[in-house]
């Protein structure tokens, strides 16, 4: 936030903060005492960020109130003339931040994004062929015979997608999620040595399962992907490439991920968030090769229900904030402050995934300190470092108690923390970590050593006050 709007935002939170407490002041004082929180704590989830006050103000408006089914200029309501404006521009910012022909800002979430860029492609692979083979252009307007013969062949597909304990998200197959019952799926993994993406096991999976979608993204693996390579599998098998980029899709706006990391050129339909990395507000987005386009502009209603016009504007704010030169700075800090995390890790002996990052996230395998992830993730949050636990490749602990620990520079480097500030955030972690002991046999009991928790917050404390959150800012 520029300095000169510190004490405008100040007035304006102040100002909402009174006309919410005249109506119920405990929803404002857990308001308040979520921006005290978030300011005392090293908040290192690899999925969160802190947008910027004109993001967040931009959601709270009269916006909110209008319905608007339906895409630009063809609405199932009357009056959507500002939805429209609002939209488009969102749209247009999208577009031109990631190069791309088509953008679809409606996504609720990057789960919803997933589920409309599912569907748009079995709309445009299944379901099209299909209505031309029975002569109508509508579903309506089939037989019930054929109608039957197509619901069959729609729910009948195949998908491919990067496991979970792997670095995969649960949209992208995972059983217990829809999309692993709504499509046969198989998931691929990484080399048992390297913990590396094997690209030839990807593409010897991709040509023995044949799927009509091949998934490449991610939740928590900490390397860069060729998106380039990818395509060619996909291209082999007649497969639609999908790319998820939510985790890093402020690493490609911010150009640290270009040529053949980038994935927008080379994937058919591309998804995110816009919360993670891109430090937009909660929400997601489509980016769609021309082909595609006309299904997932149908979105909503086809999957979704009316747009949230508050939060695209603030998507169209956030993504205006993506497309000056900051943000490249910005991107590139958070990648640096990655490596800078990494090394203060291993410098002091830990065992990472992959042996390292060359993205925003750090695995950090706990077992080496005789811990699960789930006592390692409540140890560090008792000395105010809130992370989350994660499953790493093949993970001995499963996907409850996991061996691992997630840690994400995005939400920092907003802060403004550098390599020397992250090199100490290691240190802590590591001091935490040496200092916690399993207890018995549980995979969730443990005892922090006395005067650990203490430590490491003073020396938290001392680095959060060097980088204030919303410098300025006073509620
Ligand atoms: N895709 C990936 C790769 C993710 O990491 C996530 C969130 O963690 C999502 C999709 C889902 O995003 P949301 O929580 O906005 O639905």
């Not at 909110?64 to 003339?81: L, N, V, W």
């Not at 197959?173 to 998931?187: T, V």
Request: glycine share 8%; net charge negative.
């Amino acid at each position: 936030m520029p300095a000169e709007y510190a004490d405008t935002a100040s007035a304006a939170y102040r100002a909402a903060l009174q006309v919410v407490e005249s109506v119920e002041p405990r929803i404002a004082a857990a308001t308040r005492k979520e921006l005290a929180d978030q300011r005392d704590s090293l908040k290192l989830i690899a999925s969160e960020n802190y947008a910027s006050p004109a993001v967040l103000l931009t959601m709270g408006s009269w916006l909110s109130d209008k319905y608007a089914e339906g895409t630009i200029g063809h609405r199932f309501y009357a009056g959507c003339q500002n939805v429209d404006t609002v939209e488009s521009v969102a749209a247009e910012h999208a577009r031109e931040l990631f190069g791309a022909p088509y953008a679809y800002v409606q996504p609720h979430s990057g789960i919803d994004a997933n589920l409309v860029a599912y569907w748009a492609i079995l709309a445009t692979r299944v379901e099209a062929p299909g209505l031309a083979e029975a002569g109508v252009k509508h579903v309506n307007n089939l037989s019930e015979d054929d109608w039957e013969a197509l619901r069959h062949k729609l729910g009948n597909q195949r998908l491919l997608g990067m496991s979970l304990d792997a670095g995969g998200h649960l949209t992208h197959g995972f059983r217990p999620n829809i999309s692993g019952k709504m499509f046969h799926q198989r998931s691929y993994g990484t080399h048992p040595d390297t913990e590396l993406l094997d690209y030839d096991k990807v593409a010897a999976a991709a040509r023995e399962f044949k799927p009509l979608i091949l998934v490449a993204g991610y939740s928590a693996y900490p390397r860069r992907i060729n998106f380039a390579t990818m395509r060619e599998i996909a291209d082999e098998v007649g497969a639609t490439l999908m790319v998820d980029m939510a985790h890093f899709a402020g690493l490609v706006a911010g150009k640290v991920f270009t040529g053949d990391e980038d994935p927008v050129p080379h994937a058919h339909v591309t998804t995110t968030t816009t919360h993670k990395s891109l430090r937009g507000p909660r929400g997601g987005l489509i980016l769609a090769q021309p082909e595609y386009a006309d299904a997932v502009d149908k979105g909503c209603p086809m999957v979704l229900g009316g747009p949230l016009a508050h939060v695209m504007a603030a998507k169209a704010v956030a993504l205006a904030e993506a497309r000056q030169p900051a943000f490249q700075t910005y991107a590139q800090q958070v990648a640096d402050n990655a490596k800078a995390l990494a090394e203060g890790f291993l410098t002091r002996g830990a065992r990472l995934v992959t042996g390292g990052t060359d993205n925003h996230i750090v695995l950090l395998d706990v077992t080496s300190f005789g811990l699960t992830g789930r006592q390692a993730e409540s140890a560090l949050l008792d000395a105010g470092v809130v992370t989350n636990r994660n499953s790493i490749p093949v993970d001995p602990n499963g996907a409850w108690y996991t061996s691992g620990i997630r840690f994400g520079t995005p939400a920092l480097t907003s802060r403004g923390f550098g390599p020397d500030d992250f090199d100490r955030v290691a240190e802590l972690v590591v001091d935490v970590l040496k200092n916690t002991t399993a207890e018995g046999t549980s995979k969730a009991k443990y005892t922090l050593a006395d005067g650990t928790a203490e430590r490491v917050r003073a020396a938290s404390a001392e680095l959060l006050d060097a980088n204030p959150l919303y410098p300025g800012l006073s509620v």
